[in-house]
């Protein structure tokens, strides 16, 4: 009697979450994916006076990772890396010449690359994407081209498009720290599927608007696994936020615009309890890559790590992370090493679908860590490419920089270093000590670590030097 008790309680919560296949149905995905938010950002992760309940709450539920990387330290390459489980270099999408896409770029991801979403469809999943794609723009090259159901968001970064007359944006918020500009400034669209329907988008409601989507797009494929992917185009410059997060936060718009994103974390976590969906979604949370430091109050924090956007030091690289799945992830901090590129593998061993076999994939399968299977990472080094170029490589504790290089000319100018920098990341995570002279041997097993990932890639085409009418 008990057990047909359970059973028909089963079937009925089954049944109330919009499935009757709930014991064998795989999990749904949901990555939530931000733009030049800083490893010190976060409540959760140290951040004195920017208010994160909500990502507060999943860290502690879920799992929190403090070495946690990105496959670059600018927009495009870093999203690439995320969707195809690889290196940038290896396909095109990161290059020495231009080191994002613009709207005058007439390239994008290239076809041949297997994306997330691509693979999952294979299991029967619906896949939609809300929010900043980034990696083409123009109609052959948006999501719906590769692997996405639905897309709703703008195709590049948020200060693209800008139009001449008015105040310089830099200069302006050095002055004032909740200063916003006026929205004609940025001439940037939404796009709906392939097609334009707002120009120039009201981006004081995105933050709102993106979330809204997301809860409607969980709300109509909650009978069938899916994979969702949101990607805030904040607070990447300009600073926006909507009416109700304004003028609240005691970090000026910077805080209220990470306020809101985390306000809208809340509601998509609240809606898959309501939905009794909590326990059958594995929710990401993480960025593109570390702060836009040049502007300043309007730019976010590395926390105790070195430089940040654009740059390899770790504040470039390694970024907030939060893994939360209710009865499925082991709760706890979490130091051992992994990276977006892992994402892809990962997602495919919980979805029971076979990775891509013809490519060389750069990522790892971090499920029995996520599920307390396993203590250690698989992931046991990591490579810090820029442009076209191994920067640093990283091994276990040890990081060695044979090329240093600040972001976008405000410094350290480009150094080559006939010895490389040594740096324990962990007894020194701000890479302020180089011990290179104590540790030769270390040196040069990471010498020859670097010497083999360069081996190992093979000159692709750039995709991001291409441009209309050439």
């Not at 990387?69 to 489980?85: D, E, I, Q, W």
Request: aromatic share 10%; proline share 8%.
């Amino acid at each position: 009697m008990k057990t047909t008790r359970k059973l028909l309680l089963t079937l009925l919560l089954a049944l109330l979450a919009g499935n009757t296949d709930a014991a064998t149905r795989p999990p749904n995905f949901i990555v939530i994916f931000c733009d030049d938010l800083g490893y010190g950002d976060l409540g959760t992760f140290g951040h004195p006076t920017i208010r994160t309940p909500n990502l507060d709450r999943m860290a502690s539920e879920g799992q929190k990772w403090t070495s946690f990387y990105v496959g670059a330290s600018v927009c495009t390459p870093s999203r690439a890396a995320l969707l195809t489980g690889r290196l940038p270099v290896r396909n095109g999408m990161m290059s020495a010449k231009r080191r994002v896409l613009f709207p005058d770029s007439s390239s994008g991801l290239p076809h041949a690359e297997i994306t997330i979403p691509e693979l999952l469809k294979e299991a029967g999943y619906a896949t939609g994407m809300v929010g900043k794609w980034h990696l083409g723009h123009l109609p052959d090259y948006l999501p719906t081209n590769h692997g996405f159901d639905s897309y709703w968001g703008i195709p590049y970064s948020n200060d693209m498009d800008a139009q001449q007359g008015f105040p310089g944006y830099q200069k302006k918020g050095k002055e004032d720290p909740n200063y916003f500009a006026p929205i004609e400034q940025y001439q940037v669209p939404i796009i709906e599927g392939k097609n334009v329907i707002e120009r120039p988008a009201d981006q004081h409601t995105l933050t709102g608007r993106y979330t809204d989507r997301a809860v409607e797009y969980i709300r109509a494929n909650r009978r069938k696994p899916f994979f969702l992917y949101i990607a805030h185009n904040l607070p990447h410059i300009p600073l926006y936020a909507g009416k109700d997060h304004l003028g609240k936060s005691r970090r000026g718009i910077y805080g209220d615009v990470i306020e809101e994103i985390d306000a809208g974390v809340g509601k998509i976590l609240s809606t898959l309890k309501e939905l009794n969906l909590d326990r059958r979604t594995l929710v990401v949370f993480t960025s593109d890559n570390g702060p836009w430091l040049p502007f300043e109050t309007h730019g976010g924090s590395a926390g105790l790590l070195r430089e940040g956007k654009g740059t390899t030091f770790e504040g470039g690289m390694r970024v907030p992370a939060i893994f939360w799945w209710p009865g499925q992830v082991a709760p706890g901090t979490q130091m051992e090493m992994g990276a977006t590129m892992d994402l892809l593998p990962t997602f495919c061993a919980l979805a029971d679908v076979k990775p891509p076999s013809d490519r060389k994939l750069d990522g790892y399968n971090l499920a029995p860590v996520l599920t307390g299977k396993a203590t250690e990472s698989p992931r046991k080094s990591m490579s810090f490419w820029r442009e076209s170029q191994l920067y640093a490589v990283r091994a276990g504790p040890w990081k060695a920089h044979f090329i240093t290089e600040g972001c976008y000319g405000i410094g350290p100018k480009k150094e080559v270093h006939e010895t490389p920098e040594l740096y324990h990341l962990e007894t020194d995570p701000s890479e302020k000590y180089n011990v290179a002279a104590l540790h030769p041997g270390v040196v040069e097993e990471l010498k020859t670590l670097a010497e083999g990932l360069r081996s190992a890639i093979e000159p692709a085409e750039d995709q991001l030097v291409k441009r209309i009418g050439d």
